[in-house]
């Protein structure tokens, strides 16, 4: 049973950071694209970084470009989200997602076929 489960999510201020986990289970993900999602209330789920297994390529939302760092622990078979300078704008569920292979357009959900519960990130002002 394949399994994504984040933690590390919580109520932090402005200019605070936290830094998100996604533990993932059930299989290999080592050929898997992993990307972590967000969504505010009201709010479609909007692509927020992502980053193949081996760790050699990353990308951003524009919108956390500089601020967010995506990396991956093999061993650990885990993905982190470290958030930098939070600021209220990035409250939101965040969401780890993995999809099968290279993909070319990360930042589209429907090519994820995995997904994780969420987890709760709150910036106050």
């Known amino acids: 049973q394949v399994q994504l489960v984040e933690s590390g999510g919580g109520l932090v201020q402005a200019g605070g950071s936290l830094r998100l986990s996604c533990a993932a289970s059930?299989?290999?993900?080592?050929?898997?694209?992993m990307g972590w999602f967000r969504q505010a209330p009201g709010k479609e789920r909007e692509f927020v970084t992502a980053i193949n297994w081996s760790g050699t390529t990353t990308y951003y939302a524009d919108s956390v470009k500089g601020r967010f760092t995506i990396s991956s622990d093999n061993a650990k078979n885990t993905v982190y989200l470290q958030m930098n300078s939070l600021k209220p704008e990035d409250t939101a569920v965040y969401f780890c997602?993995?999809?099968?292979?290279?993909?070319?357009?990360?930042?589209?959900?429907?090519?994820?076929?995995?997904w994780g519960q969420g987890t709760q990130v709150t910036v106050s002002s």
């Open positions: 059930g299989r290999s993900f080592s050929s898997y694209t």
């Open positions: 997602a993995a999809a099968p292979g290279f993909q070319l357009s990360p930042s589209r959900p429907d090519k994820y076929n995995y």
